[in-house]
């Protein structure tokens, strides 16, 4: 396995800007780092933040595929590109305020690291840039889901 080139702007935008060099929980401290940007981003209208997201996502797959590969491995502990997008999922439409950014992270995490099925399932079985991106999606539509039966008082 070689090591990320931070030089490289794939590599650095994959390790969301150093984020993911964390020695421990790389994941954690990659998705600490998207907040920020969740709230530049939700200040925007829906339809922007929706726009962005898509971007986000499809560039995703081709951020993180393409650095696994320079990288001689798949979905290295390090790239967090793909815990910003999932994040991003997770509180799209959120009501705004800590304690929702706070829920939304913890229930992200959960849902990315037990990796309930089917997200466990497809992580095993997608490779590629969409296989790095696809169960961070899955664990924030679980997490969004979620949040907005809490959002609704259910």
């Given at each position: 396995m070689k090591k990320p080139n931070l030089k490289n702007p794939v590599h650095l935008l994959a390790f969301g800007f150093g984020s993911g060099l964390a020695p421990v929980a790389p994941g954690t401290f990659g998705t600490l780092?998207?907040?920020?940007?969740?709230?530049?981003l939700?200040?925007?209208p829906l339809s922007?933040?929706?726009v962005l997201l898509a971007l986000i996502v499809v560039g995703g797959v081709w951020i993180c595929g393409r650095t696994s590969r320079d990288l001689d491995v798949h979905d290295h502990r390090g790239i967090v590109w793909d815990e910003w997008a999932?994040?991003?999922?997770?509180?799209?439409?959120?009501?705004?305020?800590?304690p929702w950014v706070t829920a939304g992270f913890v229930l992200f995490?959960?849902?990315?690291?037990?990796?309930?099925w089917p997200i466990g399932w497809?992580?095993?079985?997608?490779?590629g840039g969409w296989g790095i991106m696809l169960d961070d999606l899955l664990a924030g539509a679980a997490a969004w889901i979620l949040?907005?039966?809490?959002a609704r008082g259910i």
């Open positions: 780092a998207a907040v920020p940007l969740y709230l530049l939700a200040r925007l922007a933040y929706l999932g994040f991003l999922v997770t509180m799209t439409a959120v009501p705004q305020g800590w995490r959960l849902f990315d690291v037990l990796k309930p497809l992580d095993a079985r997608v490779k949040l907005q039966l809490a």
